[in-house]
């Protein structure tokens, strides 16, 4: 791991691209974390008591502020409940994805039921017909963008690769409030979770397109991007900004991890390019640290053009709010492995990330929203995503912590969209951020072999439940 190597203001890492053949990452661990621990009965009936690992103090302490939240079932279903109407369909990912870093945390299936619950309001819903409102051009249409797609898929494929490769896999599901699954077992509905999750991102290819770069790292390569069609009147035939088209390829990613699809993989990777090929060297001042900048989606006035070379001024600098799906799309691509990073350019987005961090906190009580502008408000909760980074700059999670007391705890929706995460990732991270090289459990395989045991491994390795 090369990241850590450079520090956030003093020299940087060679900012030279490497070869097209991408990371040279051993062990594949995924940037997620962990699995699942086997805390129901044979017959599927009621879970047993569960033996939770031994964590950090401080991510012990998260831990418990977090399950604080969990208990009230009815707020973790708050945006849920609201999807046919078209106002919880963004917020609703944030939960999820919560659900699986705690459960990758812990082992503990609690989260993971949770989960598998929603996953199956979220099908049923999708199949009596009803679609999420996209609010693009301030209209509701009968389909979605991508992004909102991409985002719900995205941490139920990050979860469904646990239960099909955890010892759970052939265990069968417990009754999960009123949701009897009829025995299925985690590994069966870790497929369904994938064949859910392939058709809806195949529903969205006729926006899909394959082009030939003619400049840049990737000059001469194949590469995808998305376009806006003609429903949407105010942006007909522009290209998606990228944090549409990154989530798309962060979920593209998850599954060819779960699935093994070339198809999936290859996606995942020209988006990547795309993206990369538009990147462009930031250097605050003469000899400062180097990272990567990108705009929100290209040049204002050549939206419709992804030839152009995208960093003139009148290109829009990424927000806080959306870059975050971008550096986090960029470390899933490197703990797998896979085409558009490697070390080098994994210490780039972090820095960037930092300074995203930086220029926020700089700014008081308005965070910064462009990186290169410091004088625009926007969202704290937002500024909170790029934790995935601290895998790679721990200083982010040392940045970020203490605003976490005072500017995450203004609970006055009654359950924030992001609040969650929030706190669990804040867990995640000091477990794994400063500790491990592969930022989370390296187990996976079903089996609890070599050094592996309950408390580093409970998703392979049985944990006695007396002397907890």
């Not at 301030?138 to 490769?165: H, K, Q």
């Not at 906190?361 to 929203?369: C, K």
Request: proline share 5%; aromatic share 12%.
């Amino acid at each position: 791991m090369t990241a850590g190597a450079a520090g956030d203001d003093g020299t940087s890492a060679d900012a030279s691209d490497a070869g097209s053949d991408g990371a040279d990452v051993t062990g594949s661990a995924d940037d997620s974390g962990a699995d699942d621990l086997d805390d129901s009965t044979d017959d599927g009936g009621e879970p047993a008591e569960f033996c939770p690992p031994m964590l950090s103090a401080d991510a012990e302490a998260w831990r418990v502020e977090y399950d604080a939240l969990f208990a009230d079932t009815d707020s973790m279903r708050t945006y849920l409940d609201v999807l046919p109407e078209g106002s919880g369909h963004w917020g609703q990912s944030y939960t999820l994805r919560s659900f699986v870093v705690m459960y990758e945390l812990t082992g503990d299936t609690k989260y993971l039921h949770e989960l598998i619950w929603q996953f199956v309001a979220l099908r049923d819903l999708a199949e009596g017909g009803v679609t999420w409102p996209t609010g693009v051009c301030g209209n509701t249409f009968s389909y979605t963008t991508v992004v909102i797609d991409a985002r719900f898929v995205e941490p139920m494929l990050r979860a469904a690769w646990w239960m099909a490769n955890s010892r759970l896999a052939d265990d069968p599901v417990p009754v999960i409030d009123d949701l009897d699954l009829g025995g299925k077992t985690y590994g069966e509905i870790a497929t369904e979770i994938g064949e859910l999750s392939e058709a809806v991102l195949a529903s969205h290819e006729d926006d899909l397109r394959t082009r030939t770069e003619n400049f840049g790292t990737y000059d001469g390569e194949t590469t995808e991007y998305y376009r806006f069609d003609d429903g949407y009147s105010c942006v007909a035939g522009e290209v998606m900004p990228f944090n549409y088209a990154n989530s798309a390829g962060h979920a593209y990613a998850r599954l060819w991890r779960l699935t093994g699809d070339d198809a999936a993989r290859e996606h995942a990777e020209r988006l990547m390019m795309f993206w990369w090929n538009r990147t462009h060297a930031y250097e605050p001042s003469p000899g400062s640290t180097r990272s990567r900048w990108w705009g929100y989606r290209g040049k204002t006035g050549e939206k419709f053009d992804p030839d152009a070379f995208p960093g003139d001024s009148d290109q829009r600098p990424d927000d806080d709010g959306h870059a975050d799906m971008t550096s986090s799309f960029a470390a899933t691509m490197y703990a797998f492995g896979l085409e558009g990073q490697n070390g080098t350019r994994i210490d780039q987005v972090a820095i960037a990330s930092k300074r995203w961090i930086d220029r926020a906190i700089g700014n008081g009580t308005n965070p910064a929203y462009y990186i290169t502008n410091a004088d625009t408000d926007g969202d704290w909760d937002q500024v909170f995503d790029h934790l995935p980074m601290s895998c790679y700059r721990p200083s982010i999670l040392e940045a970020l912590e203490p605003l976490a007391a005072t500017e995450l705890t203004n609970d006055s929706g009654g359950f924030r969209r992001q609040y969650a995460e929030n706190i669990a990732e804040l867990a995640f991270f000091h477990e794994f951020a400063q500790t491990d090289p592969a930022c989370g459990p390296s187990c996976g395989d079903g089996v609890c072999n070599g050094p592996e045991d309950c408390v580093g491994c409970p998703q392979d390795c049985a944990c006695p439940v007396e002397g907890c």
